[in-house]
């Protein structure tokens, strides 16, 4: 049995941060302990890129990626951790069971564990995941709605398999065909240190004749020439260069270098994948939704200096068209 209580605070470690320990809220009754990184040690996402090949055509999409992946200027990738990324609910935290009436996906008629209180994040998109980490159940839901009783969504779906243990994708979400948690940023794991996997990018020119696995499907069809989702890229960066990147940003910031260098070495040994398309380029965390207060305590409230929005243009100065490389699809990597 779970007690829904209100939640209390625990001390947690933070590398590098500035007053060296931050509060995270817990619930009380909940155990502290390591993040479990979810999916199974060779999911795509999870597998490190050190000894993977290049593509062959590496500089033609890393081109690419650099000139046309944002609208505003090139090279434009942002951090988000508001609209059209994923807040992250807990069946725990459900009020009861309640049906849902959907147009596609596996869950129309049925009844799901769900919270009338839970919201979605802003933007059209309206996505929301539920988890079950007691039997590795992953809810995915699209344009999703809580209305009369009922949960209304344009997709949702129960992800087939174990979310801690599964390896691959799933076709019916969103663009690539891989489920929501996967190569998403959440706060328990940057706490701790390090991001263990690839990182989720959207993009606005996802190619409209074929995907590249570990993508399941071809979202667009007949779109113009552009990346093909799945694609997967990192970047060539040392840590002295890391450290001249971080020596740079301004003094106003310096409480959030110390998530700089986690985000850096992350996107240089796991990179990123193309998941979807976009408006713009970003890099998807947990939503402020259901994360705000985890992030806020990290010290990644949203703050403006010098004409920019941090942590949203953190990344700015640190990938640079040279340092980028694409890697070859997930189906070539040797085992």
């Known amino acids: 049995m779970v007690l829904l209580l209100w939640p209390v605070l625990t001390s947690v470690w933070v590398p590098g ?17 390591r993040y479990a990184r979810p999916y199974g040690a060779r999911a795509p996402w999870n597998v490190p890129v050190a000894g993977l090949a290049r593509h062959p055509a590496s500089g033609k999409y890393r081109d690419l990626l650099w000139f046309h992946a944002s609208r505003s200027r090139p090279g434009n990738y942002n951090l988000n951790f508001t609209e ?7 069946v725990a935290d459900a009020a009861g069971e309640y049906p849902v009436k ?10 799901i564990p769900w919270n009338p209180e839970w919201l979605p994040a ?19 839901f699209w344009q999703v709605e809580f209305r009369d009783g009922v949960i209304h969504a344009s997709n949702a779906n129960l992800v087939d398999g174990d979310y801690r243990t599964k390896e691959d994708g799933f076709p019916p979400s969103r663009g690539i065909g891989v489920q929501y948690l996967a190569m998403l940023v959440r706060p328990e794991e940057v706490v701790e ?46 840590e002295g260069e890391i450290e001249e990147w971080l020596a740079s940003l301004s003094p106003e910031v310096e409480h959030m270098k110390w ?34 207060e985890k992030w806020s305590k990290l ?29 070859i699809p997930s189906d070539q990597y040797s085992e």
């Open 122 to 140: 802003p933007g059209s998109d309206a996505q929301i995941i539920l988890l079950d980490p007691e039997q590795g159940r992953e809810w995915n």
């Open 259 to 292: 998530y700089g260098r986690i985000l850096a070495r992350a996107l240089r040994d796991y990179g990123w994948f193309i998941t979807d398309t976009s408006g713009g380029a970003h890099l998807q965390h947990e939503a402020w939704v259901t994360a705000g």
């Open 299 to 327: 010290g990644l409230d949203t703050m403006e200096v010098g004409g920019k929005q941090y942590p949203r243009d953190l990344l700015d100065g640190l990938v640079t068209r040279e340092r980028i490389y694409a890697l």
């Open 17 to 33: 941060c500035r007053s060296n320990r931050v509060d995270l809220p817990v619930k009380e009754g909940q155990e502290t302990v």
């Open 84 to 90: 059209y990324t994923y807040p992250v609910y807990y």
């Open 102 to 111: 959907s147009r596609w996906g596996n869950l129309d008629r049925k009844k």
């Open 193 to 238: 240190g390090e991001i263990r996997h690839g990182l989720s990018m959207p993009i606005r020119n996802t190619d409209g004749t074929h995907f590249v696995a570990p993508a399941t499907k071809l979202e667009h069809p007949g779109r113009p020439d552009g990346i093909p989702e799945g694609m997967r890229f990192a970047l060539t960066v040392t």
